[in-house]
């Protein structure tokens, strides 16, 4: 396990986090370019909101736990003040997309760049206390909380009272990043809305006659034998799973912790592509047909978040079944992700395992789940 921890660690702080930091920073307009080549050059200007928070988060995150550099801190608050100054609209909810100067370019149709925004300021709050973030933090996690049954307001492009469904994305959010503004908020609400959270989790959206996660379950949890209802995302399954871990742990209560840990094992076996290994992106749990054209896809963030949850799985468990997972894991994504040439890891994979696209970062990817994962994994295996 040394060796694990050392590789982890010295990809994080040699390769990858180098590599954002001097390629993606916006000297002139603020902000990141996300956007980069193989090489770190920038081949797309466009700025999303929830991943400019995401690299404000990691870069405060790494001065909170790892070292306090002044290069990291200068990073995160670089990406602040841009956010601060382009990122809302007139109602004060945050913009999916805008350019490089910060116009407005796409409208806030969802609620993830408000959901990372929180959680980047919740990050600043302890990396540069006394400047107002954790006040900033707790009023978008208040509007957040408050669009809970319909976080796409306006822009909900379901036909009121035909087929109702509500989607597993914000749950899953919410679940991590109320543990991350635990310093910001009271502790009593924390554990309640966490321990909600779960159960909603663990009740409604996990279905053991399909051993796994769904996306979309009907109002009441209920199955719906649709498209959207019958489809799962092994990766998100995975991620939450090691979210609900770390809130069984702040709870006591073991059996979270326990019901995650085997639904980790159990989405790992239905999601694993016995033919060309991988994950699959996304699964049909009755069989039939999946929706999303790219379900057979390998991505980054799936195999990287899965090897979180097992390295914590087996802290908790001490069951070898993780052990297993994390070494068939790891073999296949420093393998076939990890650019054996250049900086970074490659996001998006074909069903037989082979490069798609070059690119380090785009709309979708930029410095956050190769980073955290590196990072998550590097501190367990230290504690170990």
């Known amino acids: 396990m040394r060796s694990y921890m050392n590789q982890y660690r010295e990809c994080l702080l040699d390769d990858v986090i180098p590599f954002w930091l001097n390629n993606s920073k916006d000297d002139k307009n603020g902000g990141f370019y996300t956007s980069l080549d193989r090489d770190g050059s920038v081949y797309d200007t466009d700025k999303w909101i929830w991943l400019q928070g995401r690299e404000v988060w990691m870069f405060a995150t790494l001065y909170n736990q790892v070292e306090k550099r002044p290069e990291w801190l200068d990073m995160a608050l670089h990406g602040a003040a841009f956010l601060e100054k382009h990122a809302r609209d007139e109602s004060g909810l945050f913009y999916f997309g805008v350019t490089q100067e910060g116009k407005p370019l796409v409208q806030p149709y969802n609620v993830f760049s408000d959901c990372f925004t929180c959680m980047a300021y919740g990050a600043l709050e302890r990396a540069a206390p006394g400047q107002g973030w954790g006040n900033k933090a707790k009023d978008i996690f208040e509007s957040i909380l408050k669009r809970r049954d319909n ?3 306006k822009y909900n492009k379901q036909y009121p009272g035909t087929r109702e469904l509500k989607s597993f994305s914000l ?3 919410l679940s991590n990043l109320a543990l991350e503004l635990e310093h910001v908020l009271e502790k009593n609400y924390v554990d309640n809305l966490v321990r909600d959270l779960a159960r909603e989790i663990l009740t409604d959206y996990y279905k053991p ?6 996306e979309n379950v009907k109002p009441d949890g209920s199955f719906s034998d649709t498209f959207e209802g019958r489809t799962m995302s092994p990766g998100h399954g995975i991620e939450t799973m090691w979210f609900l871990m770390d809130a069984g742990e702040r709870l006591g209560d073991q059996s979270i912790i326990k019901k995650a840990a085997d639904i980790t094992l159990q989405t790992l076996e239905k999601g694993w592509d016995r033919e060309y290994e991988g994950i699959l992106y996304f ?3 009755k069989g039939k ?3 999303q054209l790219e379900f057979d896809q390998k991505l980054w963030w799936v195999h990287l978040e ?13 069951n070898d079944d993780f052990l297993k997972w994390f070494e068939k894991l790891h073999r296949y994504t420093w393998n076939h992700f990890k650019d054996p040439d250049y900086p970074e890891f490659y996001g998006y994979l074909n069903r037989e395992g082979r490069v798609l696209f070059p690119f380090k970062g785009g709309k979708w990817k930029g410095c956050f789940h190769v980073p955290r994962s590196l990072m998550q994994v590097w501190k367990i295996l230290e504690k170990m």
């Open 151 to 153: 976080p796409k307001g």
């Open 171 to 173: 749950p899953m959010i």
């Open 209 to 214: 006659e399909f051993g796994c996660i769904l």
């Open 283 to 285: 699964i049909d749990v």
């Open 289 to 291: 047909y999946p929706l």
């Open 306 to 318: 899965s090897i979180i949850a097992c390295v914590k799985g087996y802290t908790h468990t001490k």
